[in-house]
Antibody, heavy 124, light 108 residues
Framework: QVQLVQSGAEVKKPGASVKVSCRASGHGFSRYGIGIGWVRQAPGQGLEWMGWISIYSGGTHYAQKFQSRVTMTADTSTRTAYMELSSLRSDDTAIYYC???????????????WGPGTMVTVSS | DFQMTQSPSSLSASVGDRVTITCRATQNIGTYLNWYQQKPGKTPNLLIYSASILRSGVPSRFSGSGSGTDFTLTITNLQLEDVAIYFCHQTYSGPPEAFGQGTKLEIK
């Protein structure tokens, strides 16, 4: 059974960076590898797709909105993905989810497995 | 610019009703469209993928249809536990991957 475990809540000041981790465990991932998508949700708002990373190839695809501020990396030995967001602003306050796809055969198309979310608060 | 438009933003229906939520893309995305349900305080839950494939374990009262630019999520025989926010999510390579704005479903 596939599970995603995320790092704990963070409180950051404006202008700082935050790095959230997501460790994948279990079996049943796509035959093409483990893709980890990152989605955020500001309080009371909808879902916002940030991008995804293929853990074993290291390939990434970022949403244009975050292109200049986000870096997604991975540690293949621990099957852990990282999402670092820099130059934080108050409107980056949100729950940051990682998610993966074990149903379509693609790595990160339909997210059927989600991490519990990491609350990131940006406040001076 | 590519856009995904989900409607309605909210709706209220009675137990047993049939409800329909739509997503429209401004360019052809084939069947690269997924539907999620999010209950208050919970993580999103995948209901439908590839426009019409019901995820295993999801009640059969949920169904998805459409291709190209117009997609529909239908819930028949609405139940109390279906109160949630529903999101569409397009994943076609080319246009920016994006979620719809969400539809808040309430019971009358």
């Amino acid at each position: 059974q596939v599970q995603l475990v995320q790092s704990g809540a963070e409180v950051k000041k404006p202008g700082a960076s935050v790095k959230v981790s997501c460790r994948a465990s279990g079996h049943g991932f796509s035959r093409y590898g483990i893709g980890i998508g990152w989605v955020r949700q500001a309080p009371g708002q909808g879902l916002e797709w940030m991008g995804w990373i293929s853990i074993y190839s290291g390939g990434t695809h970022y949403a244009q909105k975050f292109q200049s501020r986000v870096t997604m990396t991975a540690d293949t030995s621990t099957r852990t993905a990282y999402m670092e967001l820099s130059s934080l602003r108050s409107d980056d306050t949100a729950i940051y989810y990682c998610a993966t796809d074990t149903v379509t055969g693609y790595q990160a198309d339909a997210f059927d497995i989600w991490g519990p979310g990491t609350m990131v608060t940006v406040s001076s | 610019d590519f856009q995904m438009t989900q409607s309605p933003s909210s709706l209220s229906a009675s137990v047993g009703d049939r409800v329909t939520i739509t997503c429209r893309a401004t360019q052809n995305i084939g069947t690269y469209l997924n539907w999620y349900q999010q209950k208050p305080g919970k993580t999103p839950n995948l209901l439908i993928y590839s426009a019409s494939i019901l995820r295993s374990g999801v009640p059969s009262r949920f169904s998805g249809s459409g291709s190209g630019t117009d997609f529909t999520l239908t819930i028949t025989n609405l139940q109390l536990e279906d109160v949630a926010i529903y999101f569409c999510h397009q994943t076609y390579s080319g246009p920016p991957e994006a979620f719809g704005q969400g539809t808040k479903l309430e019971i009358k």
